[in-house]
C-alpha cells in the first residue's frame, strides 16, 4: 500500500419522530469484526452532497423521497479497504424520515452488510458495539437539544490503524 486515495463522501443521520437512528452493520473484505455506521458513501465526480446523498441511500436502503436536512458534523476519517488506503472526507446531514423499512439494493454494497437497525439515542448513548463515528450520540443529542450548529464545523480527524 503506497498511494492514499482522496475521496469525497456524504452520510445520512436518518431521524425518526421517535428520535431513532438507522445504523447499518458492515464488515470489510477480511475483516474480523463488525461495526455500525450511518449510510452513505463516496461522491461520484462533480456529485453534489444532495445528488450523491440521493444515489446511496436509494442504493443502500431503497429510500427515494426525503428532504436533505442541515449538515451537522464532518470528518476526516483514513482507513484500509481491499488493499487500498483511503482519506475520506465527509460531510453528515440529518435526514428526517418516518420510520421504513429498510432494503438493501447495492449487490456491491450487499457483500459487506450485515444487518439495519433502528437505534434510540439511549441506545447509541449505551452501546458496547463499535459505532462510527465514535461520537454518533453526542452529535445526535446535540443537534436534537440545540438544533443545527450555527458556525462552520469544525473537521474531526480520525485515523484507523485497521479499517
Not at 424520515?97 to 432494503?103: K, Q, T
Not at 439494493?105 to 439495519?116: I, N, S
Not at 439511549?122 to 438544533?147: D, H, M, W
Amino acid at each position: 500500500m503506497n498511494e492514499i486515495i482522496e475521496r469525497e463522501a456524504v452520510r445520512a443521520i436518518l431521524l425518526t419522530p421517535a428520535c431513532e437512528v438507522l445504523l447499518m452493520r458492515i464488515r470489510a473484505p477480511g475483516a474480523t469484526k463488525d461495526w455500525w455506521i450511518t449510510p452513505g458513501g463516496g461522491l461520484l465526480g462533480d456529485e453534489s452532497d444532495e445528488a450523491g446523498l440521493r444515489r446511496e441511500l436509494g442504493e443502500e436502503l431503497a429510500l427515494e423521497d426525503f428532504a436533505l436536512g442541515p449538515l451537522v458534523w464532518r470528518r476526516q476519517h483514513t482507513f484500509d479497504w481491499l488493499g487500498r488506503r483511503i482519506c475520506q472526507r465527509e460531510r453528515y446531514f440529518v435526514v428526517h424520515v418516518d420510520r421504513f423499512e429498510a432494503r438493501m439494493t447495492d449487490p456491491v454494497e450487499a457483500h459487506v452488510w450485515q444487518e439495519f437497525r433502528w437505534w434510540t439515542l439511549r441506545e447509541l448513548e449505551q452501546a458496547i458495539e463499535e459505532l462510527t463515528p465514535l461520537t454518533l450520540a453526542g452529535i445526535v443529542r446535540r443537534y436534537l437539544e440545540q438544533g443545527p450548529p450555527c458556525e462552520d464545523l469544525a473537521i474531526e480527524v480520525r485515523e484507523d490503524e485497521s479499517g
